[in-house]
């Protein structure tokens, strides 16, 4: 389930996505905020798009990726249906394997999460 909106800003090692809340997206509770971990989605999505863009720049297949690891994120707000938010997504480092990013989402000027995704890039076989 596409959960980002579009990349709006793309350096080598950076970037930033936008996402619109949907009222009607699973992720959305009874109350109409969204669920925590939902952040955590729109972190590994965002450097996907971000990771793939830089793939299609370099003339390279866009390889898929699978989360293998979540670490140190925080929470610090709730997300609701109809906000606007922000991902910067910042990679660190990795391997030909593996790759690290750190993620930030924020609501206009909060900051509502922040942490680390490790994706898996499996080799085509």
Known sequence: MLAIDRLTDYGDL?????STVPPDS???TDDGSME??????????????????GD?????????GFLVEVKGFAFYGAARAGDRL???I????????FA???????????KLAEGRVMVWIPKET
Do not use: C, N
Request: charged share 25%; no cysteine.
């Open 14 to 18: 950076h970037g930033v996505v936008e």
């Open 26 to 28: 699973i992720f959305i």
């Open 36 to 53: 925590p971990m939902a952040l955590v989605e729109l972190v590994a999505q965002s450097f996907a798009a971000v990771k793939g863009y």
């Open 56 to 64: 299609l720049l370099d003339a390279k297949p866009v390889a898929k």
């Open 86 to 88: 922000h991902v910067m």
């Open 90 to 97: 910042h990679r660190l480092g990795g391997t030909a394997d």
């Open 100 to 110: 690290l990013a750190e993620g930030k989402v924020m609501r206009g000027e909060e």
